[in-house]
């Protein structure tokens, strides 16, 4: 099983979640490389998200963060889903409301039950969708929401470090899905 990190506009740094995890645990966790970090295009988005899935030999589990979870919801809607065993979706990004012309490629944001087992993660504080559009969005597409409280947009300005309650999450998700002769190490 590999664990797949698929951050958002910006990429994630180096006190990000994303990126602590996969130093953690570099033969668990990959990341998407998109070509521009900081002027997405949902079409080159969702085309790189899909080549870098192809290009992996085991079951995957998504890892997203922010707009990196609304370039999933676009990806499943159009490609072959079948080696993705699940999604953790933390912080969606509100496309929808934003004003940065960038993300108006990303909008709408498809609305259909996702294909595969999910969880959205979403605090009270989010200066980049408000709880109750996270609540709203989890349950269009099938998953599971969980509201963390007040940890801003659950990045590195949040003060997370490496997250170790995503992480449980993570965990708890992946036994949840997966056969029990796999065993995880997040």
């Known amino acids: 099983m590999t664990y797949l990190n698929i951050p958002g506009l910006s990429n994630s740094g180096v006190k990000h979640w994303q990126t602590i995890w996969e130093q953690q645990h570099p033969s668990l966790f ?80 498809p609305l259909g039950k996702l294909p595969f087992p999910s969880i959205v993660v979403a605090s009270t504080n989010d200066n980049y969708i408000s709880m109750e559009r996270s609540a709203k969005w989890a349950a269009y597409w099938g998953s599971k929401f969980i509201c963390i409280g007040d940890k801003g947009h659950i990045n590195a300005q949040s003060g997370l470090n490496d997250w170790e309650e995503g992480r449980s999450f993570l ?16």
């Open 30 to 109: 990959k990341r998407v490389r998109q070509k521009n970090w900081f002027q997405p295009d949902k079409d080159e988005w969702v085309t790189t998200l899909s080549k870098s899935i192809v290009n992996l030999s085991s079951p995957v589990i998504l890892v997203a963060h922010s707009l990196g979870c609304i370039t999933v919801t676009h990806w499943a809607r159009n490609y072959d889903t079948s080696m993705v065993k699940g999604a953790l979706l933390v912080a969606p990004a509100d496309v929808e409301k934003s004003e940065q012309e960038c993300f108006k490629t990303f909008s709408p944001v």
């Open 171 to 186: 965990k708890l998700f992946s036994e949840e899905i997966t056969p029990a002769d796999y065993k995880y190490a997040v």
